[in-house]
């Protein structure tokens, strides 16, 4: 009984350093997301700016960033595309400029959806695991009319939570080891 407890935890131990590398507080806030989608009328030209954080970690991370939708109408604006977020940062600016063709059709949906991969930094000539992020930004089209003027949107407070995902993730794993490692003392007394 003791025996079979001790194989999984070791299998659970082992699972766990494979993926422990893959969790980090890596995170993009956009002022924009499904439930809240950038409005814009025809022709319009719109800066907008994500924001890179690292919270939690030992160390700086880079990042290459690209349009992989939408990039008919977003570009980025930076003149460098690569990141670097150093460990407690939550404000690394990405700048972004949307630009809705003329042609556009009244209540069209357009997504545009910015990649972050993760530079991976080569230890002893072995090549690093790496993860990405994709930010998507929903845009509506509406009449000129019916937008009036836009106020400039600073990146909200309710879509920076995504990014503590994986240390819930971590916590979880953490309490589901100390569960396992306490059956067997349970089962003795």
């Known amino acids: 009984m003791i025996n079979k407890n001790m ?3 070791f299998v659970f131990a082992i699972v766990l350093l494979v993926i422990a590398p893959f969790v980090n507080a890596f995170g993009v806030s956009s002022p924009y997301w499904e439930e809240k989608p950038l409005a814009m009328y025809p022709g319009q030209t719109n800066d907008l700016q994500l924001q890179l954080q690292n919270m939690v970690g030992s ?3 880079k990042f290459t960033a690209s349009v992989v939708e939408g990039a008919d109408i977003a570009k980025l604006t930076d003149k460098e595309t690569v ?3 150093p460990l407690g940062r939550k404000d690394v600016k990405v700048n ?3 630009e809705v063709p003329e042609t556009a059709q009244l209540y069209g949906n357009y997504n545009i ?3 972050f991969k993760q530079i991976a930094e080569e230890q002893g000539g072995a090549v690093g695991l790496s993860g990405s ?4 930004i929903p845009v509506v089209i509406k009449s000129e009319e019916e937008l009036g003027p ?3 949107v600073a990146p909200q407070e309710e879509d920076k939570s995504r990014s503590f995902l994986p240390l819930v993730i971590l916590a979880l794993i953490v309490i589901a080891l100390i569960a ?3 059956i067997p003392l349970l089962r003795k007394k």
């Open 113 to 115: 959806k910015v990649q």
């Open 59 to 61: 160390e700086e991370m």
């Open 180 to 182: 396992l490692l306490s």
């Open 7 to 9: 194989k999984k935890i």
């Open 83 to 85: 990141y670097s977020v």
């Open 133 to 136: 992020v994709i930010q998507t």
């Open 96 to 98: 972004l400029k949307v």
């Open 150 to 152: 836009q106020p400039i």
